[in-house]
């Protein structure tokens, strides 16, 4: 089962399962994935998933619709494989298949924020302290120890950085 995240609109974050087989996007009642937008054909496209041998393939196709179906940020024409990190967009929504080895982004992003330090003031809450006495064998300053270099969590940070780098460009 291939997950699909939904990467901008009010649902951004939503992780959505892919059974094998074939899945419909569009306005249509009958499709799986239903976009409540004029900007979305009725059958926009369809995202087929297969058994790879172990690893699934995910394929879009664009049904012929009025905007098209795009892939990292291009048009396609035919039966087109997706990659671990490639954005699909439908209409005015984009989706993310993520890379089902790496760390989730919502794992990297606890991981990325420490969270305070014991004895220093929350940054959210001025007048809440956190915690008492430092532990044995942290700083007593204050600051963070580094997180531990993790490749899992390095990749996805790093991938969170250039989607960052990208929408901010």
Not at 80 to 92: E, I, N, Y
Not at 136 to 150: L, N, S, V, W
Not at 162 to 169: F, I, K, L
Request: with cysteine; aromatic share 2%; charged share 25%.
């Amino acid at each position: 089962m291939a997950d699909l995240l939904v990467d901008s609109g009010k649902h951004r974050g939503r992780r959505l399962k892919l059974n094998l087989g074939q899945t419909l996007i569009g306005r249509e009642q009958s499709c799986a994935i239903r976009l409540a937008t004029a900007d979305v054909s009725r059958k926009h496209c369809r995202l087929t998933v297969a058994d790879g041998g172990g690893r699934e393939i995910v394929t879009a196709e664009d049904l012929n619709s009025r905007n098209g179906t795009y892939i990292n940020g291009r048009a396609i024409k035919a039966v087109t494989v997706l990659h671990a990190g490639d954005t699909l967009r439908v209409g005015p929504i984009q989706f993310l298949l993520p890379d089902p080895d790496a760390a989730s982004e919502s794992e990297v992003i606890t991981w990325l924020v420490p969270p305070p330090a014991a004895g220093t003031v929350a940054d959210d809450e001025p007048t809440q302290v956190v915690g008492g006495a430092p532990a044995d064998g942290a700083e007593a300053d204050g600051q963070a120890e580094p997180e531990p270099e993790d490749p899992p969590v390095l990749q996805a940070a790093q991938i969170i950085r250039e989607r960052h780098a990208a929408q901010s460009s």
